[in-house]
């Protein structure tokens, strides 16, 4: 059964703590964001070897391997959007339907050790690329289609809410 799209503007964890998991863009430096995404990664592995990994709590919640495989895809979507904001001016990026590509590339059903592999490599990935950036290049912009305005540093805090609210959300399902 398909989980009830979240149709939520999620920019709002940039100017207040998310009450939910913690987060808190405000004192979470730029600098950082490297670091903490390998220390999510981490986290990752154990919660996709879990016997029960495909198991859903209930109808309206996904499972880990679910939320391993968003996350994952959350970190392919923004190190290209990092990439975009670093070799254009003013990017728009192109439009992600994160409830789309669950049915579609049918999350339930990966393999937990593939995606535990590719959640490794794409994090890594998007880690590396974060690290690089230069203090110069923390005020270039970008921008999404229902007009919402990034620079590298808000995007990067921006983005780095999700892996943590997400490992926050597996943190509370049953590790068996």
């Known amino acids: 059964m398909p989980i009830t799209p979240d ?3 999620w920019t709002w964890v940039l100017e207040t703590p998310c009450a939910d998991c913690g987060f808190d863009s405000a004192t979470t430096p730029f600098a950082r964001i490297a670091e903490m995404v390998r220390e999510n990664l981490a986290a990752w592995q154990p919660v996709l070897a879990r ?11 996904w499972s880990p391997l ?8 959350v970190f392919r979507i923004f190190l290209t959007r990092l990439q ?7 990017p728009l990026f192109e ?8 049915i579609e590339d049918r999350y339930s059903d ?5 995606v535990a592999a590719e959640l490794a ?3 890594e990935a998007i880690a590396a690329a974060f690290a690089k950036v230069p203090q110069s290049s923390l005020s270039r912009h970008g921008r999404r289609s229902n007009g919402s305005v990034f620079t590298v540093e808000t995007l990067g805090l921006y983005f780095m809410h999700d892996p943590v609210h997400h490992l926050h959300d597996v943190s509370r399902l049953p590790a068996d």
């Open 121 to 123: 490599a794409a994090g």
């Open 51 to 61: 016997p029960q990994v495909r198991q859903r709590p209930d109808e309206r919640t």
């Open 7 to 9: 149709t939520k503007d």
């Open 95 to 102: 439009n992600w339907d994160q409830d789309r590509t669950a």
């Open 66 to 73: 679910e939320y391993g495989a968003h996350v994952r895809d």
């Open 110 to 114: 990966q393999n937990p050790a593939t």
């Open 84 to 90: 975009l904001m670093l070799d254009e001016d003013n």
